[in-house]
Nanobody, 115 residues
Framework: QVQLVESGGGLVQAGGSLRLSCAAS????????IAWHRQVPGNQRELVAS???????NYADSVKGRFTISRDNAKNTVYLKMNSLKPEDTAVYYC?????????WGQGLQVTVSS
């Protein structure tokens, strides 16, 4: 059974920080690219950051320098540390796993940044 279990969303003031966690089943974690996407109602889901099994990372321009994606191999968990949050970062954040694009999705977490 493929599972991506997310945690860590919530409400934060602008300028604050949050850390999202995505716990993946072992086979996914060691094989697939793990990514965070986000979606605002009425908009397309967009890639925020990704990390492959070698630890190489990729970020959307809008979050570079503020967000950091990382992985803990011992815990099969990928983290998204979000600093200097802005109201425009408000969205539902999804963890995703796949080889050539996302194939599996988590349930989504609401992140709300108040001004």
């Amino acid at each position: 059974q493929v599972q991506l279990v997310e945690s860590g969303g919530g409400l934060v003031q602008a300028g604050g920080s949050l850390r999202l966690s995505c716990a993946a089943s072992g086979s996914i974690f060691t094989t697939y690219v793990i990514a965070w996407h986000r979606q605002v109602p009425g908009n397309q889901r967009e890639l925020v950051a990704s990390i492959n099994r070698a630890g190489s990372t990729n970020y959307a321009d809008s979050v570079k320098g503020r967000f950091t994606i990382s992985r803990d191999n011992a815990k099969n968990t990928v983290y998204l540390k979000m600093n200097s949050l802005k109201p425009e970062d408000t969205a539902v954040y999804y963890c995703a796993a796949g080889l050539a694009g996302p194939h599996y999705w988590g349930q989504g977490l609401q992140v709300t940044v108040s001004s």
